[in-house]
């Protein structure tokens, strides 16, 4: 039997359930199925957590949490239709398990969400034999202190933040995280 395999790389606005809506038509239409979600948003903001503001809350989470469970609730559907093999995984950071630095509270609590999140969705579709997974990555080499301001300005325009940049030596390059 010949097994159909095929896949996709979207740029979507996950806090748009609109966009994520249309992600799903098109997975639907082009593939039929989707037997695997790979759930990688997020953002950071470096500031201490007295003195966050409802505005930080709000965008962290939106950006860290709901982004993530909405883009579950849209393609869940699909998933949960797919034969064979079925698997969501969720990424969190490693700040998920402990404030990594002093500033960084707000990202560490929302990648605590995360992975509140999975453990539970890992727990809910487990009967259904849908896997769940969480990718924990640490100090990679990215672009998230610049996609960060980047989204950040689009979601509350006129906020104006510093780039969170770690130290640069011994940051993991992208590939070994994951193809």
Known sequence: SSERVGGSALQVDAADRDDLRALADHMSTVYGQVNVLVNTTGAILSRPLTEA???????????????????????????RSAPGRRHVVTTAALAGFGAPAPGLGLYS???????????????ELAPEGIGVSL????????????????????AQPGRTDEPVHPPTDDLTPPAEIGP
């Open 53 to 79: 503001t409802d505005d930080d809350w709000h965008w962290m989470v939106e950006s860290n949490v709901y982004t993530q469970v909405r883009t579950v609730d849209e393609l869940l559907p699909l998933i």
């Open 109 to 123: 609590a929302v990648k605590h969400a995360v992975v509140g999140y999975t453990d539970s969705l890992r727990r």
């Open 135 to 154: 990718l924990v990555p640490h100090r990679v080499r990215g672009d998230l202190a610049n996609s960060s301001l980047r989204s950040r300005e689009r």
